[in-house]
């Protein structure tokens, strides 16, 4: 079964750092870019970061950009999500996703990407 | 940044219903985008990418259509396990942003 754990959450106080760990299982990690979506309580879910396959290449949210890094070992098929700098606007859940993508045949370019499978999240709450 | 307009933020339904759900792009995106099921306390759950395709295992009263900047979810006829939150996505560049999801409830 394809799937990814994530574990590291928890309570903080405002300014300090917490690390989040996402272990996959069941394919192929290193052929896949990952990515970390969250969800403050109660409202819609918000994209955070991603990683290439390889790690060399990172992308991040305007808001987080400078406080969280994205980084992955696919000696160990896992992804980490380091943040500091937390502020109460990033209380949350944080999902771990897969980023599927599927590829036109002739020119490579990606015509569709999605997240699958997902995390069951790990809640950060950052309160003094 | 590509900003998606989900409509309406909640709707009212019976079961045996036909439900659907819009999403606007502010720009072109052409085919990449993904419609998401949530359950409360769950986490999300792939229903349909590309536009139109049903992700293995999602029942076929799902389906969705459109390309460009205007897409739809609809749910064919409404059981009682589909009340329950629906997102779009896109994949087409990044940031990924999401809309800001319909709550389906029971009427």
């Known amino acids: 079964e394809e799937q990814v754990v994530e574990s590291g959450g928890g309570l903080v106080q405002p300014g300090g750092s917490l690390r989040l760990s996402c272990a996959a299982s069941g394919f192929t990690f290193n052929n896949y870019w990952m990515s970390w979506v969250r969800q403050a309580p109660g409202k819609g879910l918000e994209w955070v970061a991603h990683?290439?396959?390889?790690?060399?290449?990172?992308n991040y949210i305007d808001s987080v950009k400078g406080r969280f890094t994205i980084s992955r070992d696919n000696t160990r098929n896992i992804v980490l999500l380091q943040m500091t700098g937390l502020s109460v606007d990033d209380t949350g859940v944080y999902f771990c996703a897969r980023e599927r993508v599927l590829r036109d045949f002739w020119s490579g370019d990606v015509r569709y990407s999605w997240f699958d499978p997902w995390g069951q999240g790990t809640l950060v709450t950052v309160s003094s | 940044d590509i900003q998606l307009t989900q409509s309406p933020s909640s709707l009212s339904a019976s079961v045996g219903e036909r439900v659907i759900i819009s999403c606007r792009a502010s720009?072109?995106?052409?085919?990449?985008l993904n419609w998401y099921q949530q359950k409360p306390g769950r986490a999300p759950r792939i229903l349909i990418y590309g536009v139109s395709t049903l992700q293995s295992g999602v029942p076929y009263r799902f389906s969705g259509s459109g390309s460009g900047t205007d897409f739809t979810l609809t749910i064919k006829s409404l059981q009682p396990e589909d009340f329950q939150t629906y997102y779009c996505?896109?994949?087409?560049?990044?940031?990924?942003?999401f809309g800001r999801g319909t709550k389906v409830e029971i009427k």
């Open positions: 720009q072109n995106i052409s085919s990449n």
């Open positions: 990683i290439k396959e390889d790690g060399n290449e990172k």
């Open positions: 996505q896109q994949g087409y560049s990044t940031p990924r942003t």
